[in-house]
């Protein structure tokens, strides 16, 4: 089965230097190769700043910590990584929280006044 992750990569401006741009640019050659092996869905840039944003599709988390530990521009960025799952995944699990929710019994409280003394 294969999973769905969101990646977002903001590149740290501090490091950068010609050494860390031929990272980058080695990094997204990669990008255009895992793109073509079915592993990257897609990847955008950020018009606002320095990152990226992708979806990856791996066999498993460790496929794609493998694929990201390993690629160059590690270093210089700051990376956030979330698994994605379909919509109607949530629908289902909505269903089943709602029929939960109402099993549990209702009971009437009263409403009590609490008295607080500041001393």
Not at 51 to 67: C, D, P, T, Y
């Amino acid at each position: 089965m294969r999973m769905l992750f969101l990646v977002i990569d903001s590149i740290n401006t501090k490091q950068i230097d010609a050494e860390k741009i031929n990272l980058l640019t080695h990094t997204f050659g990669l990008y255009n190769d895992y793109s073509v092996e079915g592993k990257l869905k897609f990847c955008y840039a950020f018009a606002d700043k320095p990152g990226i944003i992708s979806v990856w599709n791996v066999e498993s988390n460790e496929e794609l910590q493998r694929i990201l530990f390993l690629l160059p521009s590690l270093s210089i960025i700051d990376r956030t990584v979330k698994p994605l799952t379909e919509l109607k995944s949530l629908v289902s699990v909505t269903g089943e929280l709602q029929q939960i929710v109402s099993s549990i019994p209702k009971h009437e409280y009263k409403d009590k006044e609490i008295e607080r003394s500041d001393k």
